[in-house]
């Protein structure tokens, strides 16, 4: 599955995409604002890759790829189901998440690319309700949650570690 914008391409999550994951998620500042805000090590990487590989098999959506020019890995945009208590909403979700390439930073694809899955998200049936968590002191990510029509739903503290959850529900034509 391909999803295309003016400037980007979205592949559906593959084995392909285990190098390009575990190279992002070995930045520190991309890995800042994510969990333990660690590198992650070489067996998390798998481990969180082969949950995206069941994730599309069990429900026909997850992760995608984003590429910036053929053949390159500039980033990742997410979706996974939540459950009512996993969503920290009391009702089902599909979270949405993103990390882009330092090297790609400051070019607008957070936003393109967030904008385009969660366009296909709400048009292909996959979710009635985003949900995002994010780190207020992350400007960059609150200004894509804002951009996209999220309302901030609460704050909590995890792990010493301020977050917020925001949610947008799909709309009513």
């Known amino acids: 599955m391909l999803i295309t914008t003016e400037r980007l391409t979205l ?35 798998l481990v969180k890759h082969r949950a995206t590989l069941a994730h599309w098999t069990e429900h026909g959506f997850g992760w995608f790829a ?5 053949g390159s890995f500039d980033g990742v945009v997410s979706l996974v189901r939540r459950t009512a208590t996993e969503s920290g909403l ?3 979700a599909v979270e949405m998440g993103w990390w882009i390439a330092p090297s790609a930073w400051g070019r607008g694809y957070a936003t393109e690319a967030t904008m385009a899955v ?7 049936g996959w979710a009635d309700r985003l949900l995002a968590v994010y780190e207020p002191a992350n400007k960059p990510s609150a200004r894509v949650v804002e951009k996209l029509g999220f309302t901030v ?4 503290v995890l792990d010493g570690r301020v977050e917020q959850r925001a949610v947008l529900e799909r709309p009513h034509s």
Do not use: I, M, N
């Not at 984003?66 to 053929?70: D, E, L, M, N, Y």
């Not at 739903?153 to 909590?156: I, V």
């Open 153 to 156: 739903h609460s704050k909590f």
């Open 90 to 92: 009391g009702r089902p």
């Open 66 to 70: 984003v590429s910036a020019a053929p």
């Open 118 to 124: 969660r366009d296909r998200a709400f048009a292909s």
């Open 11 to 45: 592949h559906a999550w593959s084995e392909a995409c285990f190098d390009g994951l575990f190279a992002l998620a070995q930045l520190p500042e991309t890995v800042r604002y994510v969990g333990t805000g660690e590198r992650w090590s070489h067996e998390y990487t």
